[in-house]
């Protein structure tokens, strides 16, 4: 009988407990997933709708250059405007993207060679387009090779970054048993210190016995000093 009773009182304690936590934190921890996926969603779609924002801006002001160049007779070198779009198409993150203005403004240029009002003498009509072409290559490559660089040393950074407060975890100040002397981490897990040390830097251990522990754990066989034994 005292058996089934106190079974009967685990079981009813059991009960109220995942009535009082259960059925409450799983809904708290789905909300904060959900809350977690709702955020990452949004940046999503801000960032989208902002690249889109930008392609329209691009295309407006390539309209409007390509206009221009029509408005204007062949004689005036009115293709070199068009470093502007590409100089502003590196605030997208993606580098082909700036190829592709690249080619479109190129495209656009040889266009106004046809299209545009006549002017000049041709010799000067096709150096001038040459020109705007060589400019519009040539920053595009320069402003992709800067922009390269760029990344790779804000790459390099973070991992400098990321390695000094590595450093800074062994710095400061580490809990540690004064018993076994293991170290507690910030996730409060207890490690032994081999461990904890191997996982936050680059040292090694090889373990040995000092003679003065040599000479408690085996008496018989250190009675007198002897040097460090490794195993």
Request: glycine share 4%; net charge neutral; charged share 20%.
């Amino acid at each position: 009988m005292l058996s089934l009773e106190i079974m009967t009182t685990t079981r009813e304690i059991l009960n109220i407990y995942d009535e009082m936590y259960g059925s409450k934190m799983t809904p708290t921890a789905i909300g904060v997933c959900n809350q977690s996926e709702q955020t990452k969603q949004q940046l999503a779609e801000e960032t989208a709708r902002r690249n889109r924002l930008l392609v329209v801006g691009y295309a407006i002001l390539t309209l409007v250059l390509f206009s221009v160049d029509l408005a204007l007779p062949l004689g005036v070198a009115a293709g070199v405007p068009y470093i502007s779009v590409v100089l502003l198409s590196l605030w997208h993150k993606k580098r082909h993207f700036t190829v592709m203005v690249a080619v479109l403004c190129s495209i656009l240029t040889i266009l106004g060679l046809f299209f545009s009002p006549p002017g000049g003498e041709i010799w000067k009509v096709l150096t001038n387009r040459a020109l705007a072409l060589f400019a519009i290559w040539v920053t595009t490559v320069l402003s992709l090779q800067r922009k390269f660089i760029e990344e790779k040393k804000a790459q390099a950074v973070r991992e400098r970054e990321e390695a000094l407060a590595q450093i800074r975890i062994l710095q400061g100040f580490l809990p540690i048993c004064a018993s076994c002397k293991k170290i507690r981490d910030d996730k409060g897990a207890w490690n032994q210190i081999e461990a904890y040390i191997r996982d936050h830097s680059e040292a090694e251990f090889s373990h040995g016995i000092c003679p003065e522990c040599a000479k408690k754990l085996y008496p018989e066989f250190y009675s007198e000093p002897q040097e460090d034994v490794h195993l």
